[in-house]
């Protein structure tokens, strides 16, 4: 069989393999599960999974925020708020929709074995606005919780299924839009786990064709400006557009997933397949000229082969670094973020190569002019190398320490909605609740007794409600849901509900009929959201503002030393829970893991190198080039303010395992040259005029693919590209100027 024949059957086979995964591909679908990033195998997350069995989930609601310019006791108003919580309370999985015109005060009255129901706000009859605003603002329980303290914004607050799946989340928050979109209110914020999970996969759809079509258009005029001919932009492009398609559709084939973080694994792809195309076609062309098609083309492979399968093989370590994780979706990112790397590479090497041989693809006049001219641009950066290397070296020792120096100021933080921009609408929202209701973001404690007796002991309540002043006062958190509350209710309900009876009793006879009605009320479920079976274990539940990790830990740190030095801890135990505080701790694990995953990257790449040049001077020459542009990254971060998270610590691990490759390019061509027995300067020579070539050209365009990214509306994703943007200039500038200053110091021998 020859070599035509091989090539097209290689190409039927490729066709086959592309039409069975393009089919898989209508099964791809977007999702976003906050709960993914809860940290894996840790003793908090086990801890929240059994205490949200116990009580409930503290995300299982959606917020409808309302304001009225004129104020909320205007009757037209009510009347609306009213009809829509009447049709909120209709959609399907929707268990419960508490509003400010069906809030229901309860008494008790001796002649009746029940307590009896009566409104909060007789909406209906405006002469009773005034007495009603001061029963809401002498109930603890309703204003800042329903009510706005200026008494321009009511809350609407909607308990659905718990546990939803995806599918139902989004339907939930489509009907309440929907059915929200039917008023005509001055102001309309949503909020709530089933709203942002719509907002993020929306977006996730959305920007994962933008990014495809933003990075493709972006590498489309860098390849015709480059090559400036049909095929040689065509080719490129079908190479990296099967890589995308192959990946995506083996995603889809295991049943996996699009989410907040995978959707950058199409640009990461493209742009990973086109620089294993760019250095084999650059070499090829230039060879083109000096032999035949066949020639040229084994030539190539034989030249740029090895260099690609090592850039491959270290590129892969970054990536399969990210295992480290203890974070599903960053797992997933650098699983399949290698499946697409190893996918490239194939078709490289197949489907472009048989491409190569069969088509008409020569060199053209004009190549040898563009050619002449990158030669002669090459060949300066070399002598100016050559010229200034010490001052090179010198400059960036001062640029390493400078940036080393602000690296240490580099700090851990996050916020729950800090994918999304200031200007987005649910930023919007989450803002509005924050300064009209406290705040969404859920508070959990856990209260247990330390000797395992009932939590409604005098002695234990009277701890809990120094707990809950700290906590209102210091830290601040409108309490919701706590025994104490819980008590306070009971008792007013027992003494005819009035509100001066909103309170614990100290006498004793009092406060032991208030633990018995309590305990009659076992059943409800208003007590099994409180307190456990036996009573040993309670919840102190509530709603604070999103003020960032940093600021968070500090307050915890607070309560936990107020605890320690003010409650007797021989009687009762606490730990803060969460959904939220488990994003918190997972921001700080992620970001370790990461950076140990890094350090690992950066060893097996060394170990690596090590054994293929066999050399520890050659291994530290190839590290520090790519070291620096991630000191020059971290530094511009802290300039910038912009701390470590999720999403910032994940790009360090990438654009290391991208940004290594084309220092292996230079020093694997290095090394042949000096293995042909040329000496160190006809060697930096034949590496600048033609690896140099390819190294700015690849550069370009995977920047290209990543500067595409900053159009994001997910910070998360801006930052990835902006940031990964800046490390790759950084460490083509080391690639052109350090590492080849790194080597004119060494003045390796030529070998015989």
């Not at 933080?413 to 649910?426: A, I, K, V």
Request: proline fraction near 3%.
């Amino acid at each position: 069989m020859n070599l035509k024949q091989l090539s097209k059957i290689t190409l039927v086979v490729l066709f086959a393999v592309t039409l069975f995964l393009g089919l898989e591909l209508k099964g791809l679908k977007q999702y976003y599960n906050f709960e993914d990033f809860f940290p894996k195998n840790h003793s908090d997350t086990e801890f929240f999974l059994d205490y949200r069995e116990k009580f409930g989930s503290d995300n299982d609601f959606a917020l409808i925020g309302i304001k009225n310019q004129q104020g909320i006791f205007k009757q037209n108003f009510l009347l609306k708020v009213d009809s829509l919580t009447k049709e909120l309370s209709q959609i399907e999985n929707v268990n419960k929709v508490l509003s400010p015109t069906n809030l229901k005060l309860l008494k008790k009255f001796d002649l009746y074995p029940k307590p009896v129901e009566f409104p909060v706000l007789h909406w209906q009859d405006e002469s009773k606005y005034t007495a009603d605003s001061l029963t809401i603002a002498l109930s603890k329980g309703f204003e800042s919780q329903f009510f706005s303290l200026d008494k321009q914004s009511v809350l609407i607050y909607l308990n659905h299924a718990p546990k939803v799946i995806d599918t139902i989340s989004v339907q939930i928050s489509r009907d309440i839009n929907q059915i929200v979109s039917k008023y005509d209110f001055e102001e309309v914020h949503l909020g709530g786990r089933v709203v942002g999970q719509t907002v993020y996969i929306d977006l996730i759809k959305d920007e994962t064709i933008i990014f495809i079509g933003s990075s493709l258009l972006f590498v489309i005029l860098f390849l015709v400006f480059t090559y400036r001919s049909f095929l040689g932009v065509i080719l490129p492009l079908i190479i990296v557009g099967l890589s995308v398609l192959w990946t995506l559709g083996f995603m889809a084939l295991f049943g996996k997933s699009l989410d907040i973080v995978s959707t950058v694994l199409p640009s990461i792809i493209m742009v990973i397949g086109m620089s294993d195309v760019i250095h084999l076609t650059t070499h090829y062309r230039n060879m083109l000229s000096k032999m035949s098609k066949k020639e040229a083309l084994k030539h190539s492979i034989k030249r740029v082969g090895l260099a690609t399968l090592l850039t491959s093989l270290t590129t892969l370590v970054g990536f399969l670094s990210l295992l480290t994780s203890a974070v599903k979706p960053i797992i997933e990112l650098g699983i399949f973020a290698a499946v697409g790397l190893l996918i490239a590479l194939f078709l490289t090497y197949t489907c472009y190569v048989a491409l190569l041989y069969l088509l008409p693809f020569q060199l053209e006049e004009s190549d040898h002019k563009k050619n002449a001219v990158w030669k002669s641009k090459m060949l300066n950066i070399n002598i100016f190398v050559k010229k200034q290397r010490n001052q090179i070296l010198w400059f960036s020792l001062a640029l390493t320490i400078v940036c080393a120096g602000l690296t240490s100021q580099l700090e851990i933080n996050n916020f729950l909605l800090e994918d999304l921009r200031e200007s987005h609408p649910q930023k919007v929202a989450y803002r509005f609740f924050e300064e009209k209701f406290g705040g969404a973001r859920p508070f959990e404690l856990a209260v247990w007794t330390k000797n395992g007796n009932s939590i409604l002991d005098s002695n234990s309540i009277n701890e809990l409600k120094k707990v809950e002043h700290f906590l209102k006062q210091e830290y601040p958190v409108d309490i919701q849901l706590s025994p104490v509350t819980v008590l306070s209710e009971t008792n007013r309900i027992i003494n005819g509900g009035k509100l001066e009876e909103l309170k614990i009793p100290t006498e004793k006879r009092a406060f032991n009929k208030l633990v018995n009605a309590v305990n009659r009320a076992s059943s409800s479920e208003e007590s099994k959201r409180v307190f456990s079976q036996n009573k040993d274990t309670s919840r102190i539940s509530g709603t604070f503002g999103d003020w960032g990790r940093r600021s968070i830990l500090h307050r915890n740190e607070k309560f936990y030393n107020y605890v320690a030095e003010n409650i007797d801890t021989n009687l009762l135990q606490f730990r803060i829970t969460g959904s939220g505080h488990l994003l918190d701790l997972n921001t700080e694990k992620v970001s370790s893991n990461v950076i140990e995953g890094l350090i690992l990257a950066i060893a097996l790449i060394g170990l690596i190198v090590g054994l293929l040049f066999r050399s520890f001077k050659m291994t530290l020459i190839s590290i520090i080039p790519n070291v620096v542009p991630l000191l020059i990254t971290a530094a511009v971060m802290v300039m910038f303010g912009i701390d470590l998270k999720i999403s910032t610590a994940i790009i360090f691990v990438i654009s290391f395992g991208i940004a290594v490759d084309d220092s292996i390019h230079f020093l694997t061509r290095f090394r042949l040259e000096m293995k042909q027995g040329k000496t160190v300067d006809e060697a930096m020579e034949v590496t600048f005029t033609d690896t140099g070539k390819s190294i700015v050209i690849t550069t370009l365009i995977i920047l290209s693919g990543f500067i595409s990214l900053c159009a994001s509306s997910f910070l998360s994703t801006f930052y990835i590209g902006f940031l990964i943007s800046i490390t790759l200039i950084g460490a083509l500038i080391c690639d052109l100027l350090l590492l080849p200053a790194l080597l004119y110091w060494v003045n390796p021998k030529p070998k015989p």
